[in-house]
């Protein structure tokens, strides 16, 4: 007997094409003109010549052509890598308990400032093909800039994949390569495609640095070089025609591969809730053979020593500070700003001895002029920690306003949201020369470096509150509509809570694009005569760099900006993200 | 023979303070052309002793067999149906009710012949490649249903399948069940559904097994002799259901007998 054919049941929604363009035209008016007035605008403000650039834009499209390959290089290793490690952490426990801290480290230390060593490895690992080693250096740093949260976007999703479904891929026999097939790889594609966007976005940025830092040893053709060159010489022409090509390459690509795989991948979603009884959870099992013991040991030890240096500093700071009557809420952040400052130059201190010591045993004394520089670490990493808080201050008072903005308004969204995507994934990077050539005069040296931060810092913030704002659930906008919520109540009661831990994941991210943008926004040489050079950690890397014996210096700034990112994620960033976790979610 | 057999079946799990015991001593059978309902108050582990049942999870004492054999890992002749409906939105329709027998590992031809005909079945007809997001909670789980059905088990398991629903799809779609169960053409040789509706365990099933509050155990085992369909509007239904009621408000301590006496049900 056949069931009578959809008698109650009704159809939500016919299944449309697979790839829709809304309005292309439009669409491509926009990007078209995009370039086109931003060189326009360029042309016009920096008094570069139409015929000028026109000569230099088949010189153009080649490199960018070199950069794009190295790009979608580092972008294949990083995908399979992306694969690899997250399926293996997110189906070994025991895998998982190393993997996913050492992830943690990886994606927060910034790779920026490991590029220097990177570069002497891989030329060095092939002597015999001359073209190859700085290649081969220059795409390992762009996958270092793509693949970690492409393999967090794998681990989670892996993770977060809903119970019932790992259950009937069990309960219907699905193994091997078909359960990777069905279930576990479109489980990932979502994320995925989510996070390419902003690992090309993160690697053109990269790829300027990458370029540039490796041009030092044997040149490298690419847009980077082509770019850096270009301003060195303060041939305005060539620079422009740069401009030009990369941004039309970046508008295609958007255009033609994000948009409509991100469209695509909305199918991947899972957002069937049903309401149901609630049954027994299992418990998490903690028991475990003896090398996932082992391995959950290997990882508490890594954090024990970071709080074993960091708690008695705060019980410390706690009883020396502690009033007599109990502290406002204000006064107990304020206590807790003060113990984290005073824990983070104690580890200041101890990096810059432990590599002076380490290098006094090996490789002898230190050069008097390196030492005193040594002697300047805490007082660098202070400048740059300084810095990147009011470039934070100033991203956020740009990024919030013009989240909502975006994301409430209909009109600024379908407007506003292409022009801001295609701004942000331009690599600011290429731009720095230009910082640094026109604008000193005008903000100066700090102010520069404080520019040059806030791009590397601002779009995290931005596209996280975006993000946070347009998933705040529709039913508690609705509550507060009908309880009559003024507008300046449903900002303070709804919005800013709601919008809490998109806060913070973006504040995260942002001081870890933060740290990376450093190491160039400290410290710039743009030709012979145009200098950028203010006291910070980034500096002091890059003079260790390139100056005759300064590896301990370098060293030791590394060590340094490595530990204090560490303790700050440990000490600020994590404590906070659990209590948005806890306090603000809604599900 | 029995086509399963669940003989003193125990499960607990490690708790942070010592072990949390779900269900003890629970033993029934399965019989063929059987239609068994499992209901119980929440957190009793109905779910839990369906996923043994099928071998999902491994009971801590006691064991379970199916035609004989000891059930150690997942069953293939055994196929579930589930409350969220567990289908896969970026697989179609068809590609969900397909699952199963890819895994099976049927010959392509074989596998669009057989998921035609259940899709035709459980009335999908025109809905092959439709994304699961685009049907309704009803048609959902006609999906869900075709995919079970689709590779043809001799027991098919039902975990709350109506609760998602709204109260007029989910009594449809019951219909539509017993429908399928009344045609010998059609797969299951036994159904067993777990649910904490007590009407529609009365309405479906031949035998409801009743279980106790945590840590469940049997608490009875009612028979419907009801001839199908069922009026449930009808004296003998409502005092079965006032029975099974009873037993699951009255009964339930970890250590109470089987059934007390019952007080006789009132005449509406």
Same mark, same amino acid.
């Given at each position: 007997?056949?069931?009578?054919?959809?008698?109650?049941?009704? #159809?939500?929604?016919?299944?449309?094409?697979?790839?829709?363009?809304?309005?292309?035209?439009?669409?491509?008016?926009?990007?078209?003109?995009?370039?086109?007035?931003?060189?326009?605008?360029?042309?016009?403000?920096?008094?570069? &010549?139409?015929?000028?650039?026109?000569?230099?834009?088949?010189?153009?499209?080649?490199?960018?052509?070199?950069? $794009?390959?190295?790009?979608?290089?580092?972008?294949?290793?990083?995908?399979?890598?992306?694969?690899?490690?997250?399926?293996?952490?997110?189906?070994?426990? &025991?895998?998982?308990?190393?993997?996913?801290?050492?992830?943690?480290?990886?994606?927060?230390?910034? @790779?920026?400032?490991? $590029?220097? #060593?990177?570069?002497?490895?891989?030329?060095?690992?092939?002597?015999?093909?001359h073209w190859l080693g700085p290649n081969l250096a220059s795409v390992f740093l762009i996958f270092t800039s793509m693949a970690w949260n492409m393999v967090f976007g794998v681990y989670e999703s892996l993770k977060t994949l809903p119970a019932e479904l790992k259950e009937a891929s069990d309960a219907f026999g699905l193994k091997g390569g078909l359960r990777f097939r069905r279930v576990l790889f479109p489980a990932t594609v979502n994320r995925l495609v989510? /996070?390419?966007?902003? =690992?090309?976005?993160?690697?053109?940025?990269?790829?300027?640095?990458?370029? @540039?830092? !490796? &041009? /030092? !040893? =044997?040149?490298?053709?690419? @847009?980077?070089?082509?770019?850096?060159?270009?301003?060195? !010489?303060g041939n305005l022409d060539k620079f422009l025609a740069g401009v030009i090509v990369l941004a039309i390459v970046i508008a295609l690509l958007d255009f033609l591969l994000w948009r409509p795989l991100g469209r695509y991948a909305e199918r991947f979603r899972y957002d069937t809730s049903p309401s149901g009884e609630g049954e027994v959870v299992a418990p998490v099992r903690e028991t475990g053979?003896?090398?996932?013991?082992?391995?959950?040991?290997? !990882?508490?030890?890594?954090?024990?020593? %970071?709080? +074993? @240096?960091?708690?008695?500093?705060?019980?410390?700071? =706690?009883? *020396? #500070?502690?009033?007599?009557?109990?502290? *406002?809420?204000?006064?107990?952040? #304020? $206590?807790?700003?003060?113990?984290?400052?005073?824990?983070?130059?104690?580890?200041?201190?101890?990096?810059?001895?432990?590599?002076?010591? %380490?290098?006094?045993?090996?490789?002898?004394?230190?050069?008097?002029? %390196?030492?005193?520089?040594?002697? +300047?670490?805490?007082?660098?990493?202070?400048?740059?920690?300084?810095?990147?808080?009011?470039?934070?201050?100033?991203? +956020?008072a740009v990024a919030l306003p013009l989240a909502i903005l975006v994301a409430r308004g209909p009109r600024a969204s379908r407007v506003g949201l292409p022009i801001i995507e295609v701004v942000a994934s331009f690599p600011a990077t290429a731009l720095f020369p230009v910082i640094v050539f026109e604008l000193i005069p005008y903000i100066g040296p700090e102010g520069a470096a404080i520019l040059m931060l806030l791009t590397g810092m601002i779009w995290y913030l931005f596209f996280n509150l975006l993000a946070g704002v347009r998933s705040l659930a529709p039913d508690l906008e609705e509550a507060a509509r009908s309880f009559g919520l003024g507008r300046r109540q449903f900002f303070r009661r709804v919005l800013f809570p709601g919008l809490f831990p998109a806060l913070v994941t973006g504040s995260i991210t942002a001081f870890g694009g933060g740290w990376n943008t450093l190491i160039v926004?400290?410290?710039?040489? %743009?030709?012979?005569?145009? &200098?950028?050079?203010?006291?910070?950690?980034?500096?002091?890397?890059d003079i260790g760099y390139a100056e005759a014996g300064g590896l301990p210096l370098m060293v030791a700034a590394l060590f340094t900006l490595v530990a204090t990112v560490l303790v700050i994620n440990e000490l600020l960033w994590k404590p906070m993200y659990r209590r948005a976790a806890e306090r603000f979610r809604y599900d | 023979m029995a086509l399963i057999r669940v003989d003193d079946v125990g499960k607990?799990?490690?708790?942070?303070?010592?072990?949390?015991?779900?269900?003890?001593?629970?033993?029934?059978?399965?019989?063929?052309?059987?239609?068994?309902?499992?209901?119980?108050?929440?957190?009793?582990?109905?779910?839990?002793?369906?996923?043994?049942?099928?071998?999902?999870?491994?009971?801590?004492?006691?064991s379970i067999s199916f035609r004989g054999t000891p059930v150690t890992t997942v069953c293939p002749q055994m196929a579930m149906v589930f409350q969220s409906f567990a289908l896969y939105p970026w697989l179609t329709v068809a590609q969900n009710v397909a699952f199963g027998l890819e895994a099976l590992e049927w010959p392509k031809e074989k596998i669009d012949a057989q998921v035609?005909?259940?899709?035709?079945?459980?009335?999908?007809?025109?809905?092959?490649?439709?994304?699961?997001?685009?049907?309704?909670?009803?048609?959902?789980?006609?999906?869900?249903?075709?995919?079970a059905l689709a590779v043809e088990p001799a027991v098919l398991l039902m975990d709350e399948p109506f609760s998602a629903l709204d109260a007029l799809t989910a009594e449809s779609l019951r219909e539509e069940i017993l429908q399928l169960w009344g045609d010998p053409a059609l797969p299951p040789e036994a159904v067993v559904l777990v649910t904490h509706n007590i009407e529609e365990a009365i309405q479906l099933a031949d035998r409801v097994i009743v279980m106790s509050r945590r840590p469940s155990h049997v608490l009875e085992e009612v028979v419907v002799d009801l001839p199908r369909p069922r009026d449930r509007k009808s004296d003998a239904f409502y005092a079965l259901t006032d029975r099974v009621y009873s037993l699951i408000t009255e009964g339930g301590g970890p250590t109470a007998g089987p059934a007390e006496p019952k007080p006789s049900p009132p005449q509406v």
């Open positions: 007997m056949r069931l009578a054919a959809a008698g109650g049941a009704s #159809v939500a929604e016919r299944p449309g094409p697979a790839l829709e363009f809304p309005s292309p035209a439009r669409t491509i008016a926009l990007y078209a003109a995009l370039p086109l007035v931003a060189s326009a605008v360029g042309l016009l403000a920096l008094g570069g &010549t139409a015929v000028g650039v026109a000569r230099f834009l088949p010189l153009a499209v080649v490199d960018v052509s070199l950069s $794009f390959l190295r790009m979608t290089a580092a972008y294949a290793a990083s995908l399979g890598f992306a694969l690899a490690y997250g399926y293996y952490a997110a189906t070994h426990r &025991t895998g998982e308990r190393v993997m996913i801290p050492i992830l943690d480290v990886l994606q927060s230390v910034p @790779i920026l400032g490991f $590029f220097p #060593v990177a570069i002497y490895f891989f030329v060095d690992l092939t002597p015999a093909v989510y /996070n390419s966007v902003l =690992s090309w976005t993160g690697g053109w940025f990269f790829l300027v640095e990458a370029e @540039i830092f !490796t &041009t /030092n !040893t =044997s040149p490298l053709a690419g @847009i980077g070089s082509y770019l850096s060159f270009a301003a060195s !010489t053979g003896r090398f996932r013991r082992a391995a959950a040991y290997v !990882t508490r030890g890594v954090r024990t020593s %970071v709080s +074993l @240096i960091s708690t008695p500093l705060v019980q410390l700071a =706690s009883i *020396t #500070v502690r009033p007599v009557r109990k502290p *406002t809420e204000f006064q107990r952040s #304020v $206590f807790y700003y003060l113990a984290l400052g005073a824990i983070l130059v104690v580890v200041w201190l101890m990096m810059i001895a432990i590599t002076v010591s %380490v290098f006094r045993i090996f490789t002898g004394p230190i050069s008097s002029s %390196v030492r005193h520089q040594i002697l +300047l670490l805490p007082l660098a990493m202070g400048a740059s920690t300084a810095r990147i808080a009011v470039a934070y201050l100033i991203c +956020l926004a400290e410290y710039l040489n %743009v030709g012979s005569v145009h &200098t950028l050079s203010v006291l910070g950690i980034g500096q002091q890397i | 607990s799990f490690p708790g942070r303070h010592g072990t949390i015991t779900i269900m003890q001593e629970i033993s029934f059978e399965v019989k063929d052309a059987d239609f068994l309902a499992i209901v119980g108050p929440s957190g009793c582990g109905k779910s839990t002793l369906l996923r043994l049942i099928q071998g999902l999870d491994r009971p801590t004492s006691g035609e005909r259940y899709v035709s079945v459980t009335g999908l007809d025109g809905f092959q490649e439709a994304y699961p997001r685009e049907l309704s909670g009803g048609m959902r789980q006609r999906v869900g249903l075709a995919r």
